[in-house]
């Protein structure tokens, strides 16, 4: 059963608008959320994170929100750039017992800025 | 520059061949990690590693063999055991368990 899910497969955005991708988990006792980037044949690139004592974290066109009640969290870029094309995956850990730091992905969205 | 070198990119294997996917990290992590990507899934874990002389099986751990004799490097063997071996294998490593994992470019794995 699919702890952490991407229910969207793809997202398709013009460019300059807000790119909002999202991110839903069922595993109340997951503390530490992370986003990659992902081009095709490349390795993930870690993107931003956000631990639950927080419910939002930014670093530059990046702002990733943290819903702990609804237990989702999203993604927003802003303004959105074709580089920006890319899958992106979330990703969760739990911070305590013995599978600490590892972290469990969803299954990705794949973004497409359209010039 | 510090990072993470998988080597090769693309690996063909016979049936009922091993064949070791290399991993190398120069950033000074102590934990590294192997998973396993197919098309349209996420990662999943194989098998990871928080120190030298140290590992634990992953979600997905059926099949593979690693070992970590240095700090730097985490080799994942896929046997012949392994009856689905073609993939897109990454490694991973991070500082620890509050840290994010920084990957390599990934070893692409298809059976002759």
């Known amino acids: 059963d699919q702890q952490v899910k991407q229910n969207s497969p793809s997202l398709s955005v013009q460019e300059g608008r807000i790119s909002i991708l999202n991110c839903d988990y069922t595993n109340s006792m997951f503390d530490y959320f992370l986003w990659y980037k992902k081009y095709p044949a490349e390795g993930p690139t870690f993107l931003i994170s956000?631990?639950?004592?927080?419910d939002k974290n930014e670093d530059g066109r990046f702002t990733v929100f943290l819903n702990k009640s609804a237990k989702h969290l999203s993604l927003h870029i802003v303004p959105s750039q074709p580089g920006d094309s890319a899958v992106y995956f979330c990703a969760a850990s739990l911070l305590y017992g013995g599978s600490q730091g590892n972290l469990i992905f969803g299954k990705g969205t794949k973004l497409s800025v359209k010039p | 520059d510090g990072g993470i070198t998988q080597s090769p990119k693309y690996l063909f294997r016979k049936e009922g061949q091993n064949v070791t996917l290399s991993c190398e990290q120069n950033?000074?992590?102590?934990?590294m990690y192997w998973y396993r990507q197919d098309p349209g899934q996420g990662l999943r874990l194989i098998y990871y590693s928080q120190i030298v002389n140290d590992f634990q099986k992953g979600d997905i751990a059926e099949g593979y063999s690693v070992s970590r004799e240095k700090k730097e490097s985490f080799p994942l063997t896929v046997t012949s055991a392994q009856k689905n071996p073609t993939a897109f294998y990454l490694c991973?490593?991070?500082?620890?368990?509050?840290?994010?994992?920084?990957f390599g470019d990934g070893t692409r794995l298809s059976i002759l």
């Open positions: 956000i631990s639950s004592i927080k």
């Open positions: 991973a490593s991070s500082l620890g368990p509050r840290k994010p994992q920084h």
């Open positions: 950033l000074n992590h102590d934990a």
